[in-house]
């Protein structure tokens, strides 16, 4: 039943950050203002041509299809648990989902409030106002984190009864399924395959680590451990995210020819993950594996 709601809420980042999405990109389509950087046109232009504006549509775009491709997986994971007509795949589609659960719950409803804060940010001083609707998003977007569980109630779930029940087992499991997808990435030999087999290999490595540090120091230094459980879980939703942007790229490609604009998108939206949020693994990794300290340093009367 947990799963199910937490699941469910999961799904609910996802909605609001898609609906804030698509509202930004029309008002970036109609709003006049300021000339090109690059000196393209000598009058004022929409914004959605502005580089910065850009930034932040694709940042809203790349999270949500991100979160979206993972719930997707795990859904597929749930189903096969449920129907597969094997009780060993059925078990390990059951641990699988149930490793992502807290990921999709926890990841896609914190990203739903940077998103529909984008959304906010491309509106100007009008998506400040009830008008546009866009601070009603942003709203929305923030109750999502504390329904069903707070963030800090799915990342300690993670690694309580995720990560260290079966001493890491599911989590290595599902690196080297990441690892499969970056040795096909690796095959392509374009620019955007090759930048986001990079960055993939990168946080597979981020998380290879924070996995092994969770593992070797719960019992031994258990603040430290938690202490790192929020980053833990983003870095999961950002690796778990790129890696099926990874598998989407693949399957783009191999169909091109059937629409050239949509998969074209799509790759161009994978290798803005890659290099603007994928990127962020490394940062995640240290904040768990050398944070711990300084999260703990100060008694509760220094506070």
């Given amino acids: 039943m947990m799963n199910s709601a937490r699941f469910s809420v999961g799904m609910q980042g996802i909605a609001v950050s898609e609906r804030a999405y698509q509202q930004a990109v029309g008002f970036a389509r109609e709003r006049v203002q300021s000339r090109p950087v690059d000196g393209s046109a000598r009058a004022a232009v929409t914004i959605i041509h502005h580089?910065?504006?850009?930034?932040?549509?694709?940042?809203?775009?790349?999270?949500?299809?991100?979160?979206?491709?993972?719930?997707?997986?795990?859904?597929?994971?749930?189903?096969?648990?449920?129907?597969?007509p094997d009780e060993a795949v059925r078990r390990q589609n059951q641990a699988f989902y149930e490793f992502l659960v807290p990921v999709v719950k926890g990841w896609s409803t914190e990203l739903s409030i940077d998103v529909t804060s984008l959304g906010v940010?491309?509106?100007?001083?009008?998506?400040?106002?009830?008008?546009?609707?866009?601070?009603?998003?942003?709203?929305?977007?923030?109750?999502?984190p504390i329904y069903e569980g707070t963030t800090a109630i799915q990342a300690n779930d993670l690694i309580g009864r995720k990560t260290l029940r079966d001493g890491g087992a599911v989590a290595r499991a599902i690196c080297a399924q990441i690892a499969e997808t970056e040795a096909a990435l690796g095959k392509h030999g374009c620019t955007a395959f090759t930048a986001v087999q990079a960055q993939l290999a990168k946080g597979r490595a981020a998380l290879e680590d924070v996995v092994a540090f969770v593992v070797a120091n719960a019992k031994s230094d258990p603040n430290a451990v938690?202490?790192?459980?929020?980053?833990?879980?983003?870095l999961c939703g950002i690796v778990f995210s790129g890696w099926q942007f990874g598998r989407a790229m693949l399957a783009a490609d191999a169909k091109r020819a059937e629409d050239p604009a949509f998969h074209d998108a799509k790759i161009a939206t994978a290798h803005f993950f890659a290099e603007h949020i994928l990127s962020q693994a490394s940062a995640l990794r240290d904040a768990v594996v050398s944070g711990g300290a300084p999260v703990n340093a100060l008694t509760a009367e220094q506070f």
């Fill in 226 to 234: 938690f202490a790192g459980s929020v980053p833990y879980l983003k």
């Fill in 121 to 144: 940010q491309v509106h100007g001083g009008m998506g400040f106002i009830e008008e546009t609707g866009a601070a009603q998003h942003y709203r929305d977007a923030r109750i999502l």
């Fill in 51 to 84: 580089p910065d504006v850009k930034r932040m549509l694709m940042t809203m775009r790349a999270l949500t299809e991100g979160a979206r491709a993972v719930a997707y997986v795990a859904a597929a994971a749930s189903d096969a648990a449920h129907q597969h």
